[in-house]
């Protein structure tokens, strides 16, 4: 049986630890993860998608995480998926609220293509708070991200705003 690629997709905007700590344990998983950040999301991102693929990819240089690829994609997930042949889909679930979407998302997506499954990582007890968005709350009231975020992501954030 082959052991299938994944995708990893999502706005990381920006990029926080709760996002990689799924990835580093999706990485175990599967031999081929590309992180693959959606363009146009609905929310208005923050950062560009050039800026959140070369900030997603220092920050993982930063973490030591390796052998990761990220790209950008626009339209369908699924075929992104297919276009890099993956097969898994990897979400990570918080709380409850993650929930309805991510279970309407991976119902959609196996209804467009049956042969790609959605794998969904419960977060790590001490990120289930943590998201994207919260992080650029507290960085925009001046509060300290440094166990959020890698540097990186900070020195970013501390040039937008
Ligand atoms: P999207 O806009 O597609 O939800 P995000 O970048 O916000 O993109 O999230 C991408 C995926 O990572 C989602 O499945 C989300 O639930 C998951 N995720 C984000 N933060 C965390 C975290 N702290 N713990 C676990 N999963 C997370």
Redesign the pocket.
Known sequence: MSIPNAI??????PI????I??VRRAKKLFPRLVIAI?AN?N?RPFFSITERVKITKEALAETGVCGIEVISYDGLLIDCAKGIGATAVV????ANS?FD??FQMALTNRNLDSEIETVL?M??GC??????SIVKEVKRFGGDIDSFVPKIVEEALARKF
């Open positions: 990893y997709p999502g706005s990381f905007d926080t630890y709760g996002h700590d799924i959606v999301p929310k979400r990570g679930l918080r993650d979407y991510e990582f977060t790590a990120y289930s708070f943590l998201s994207s």
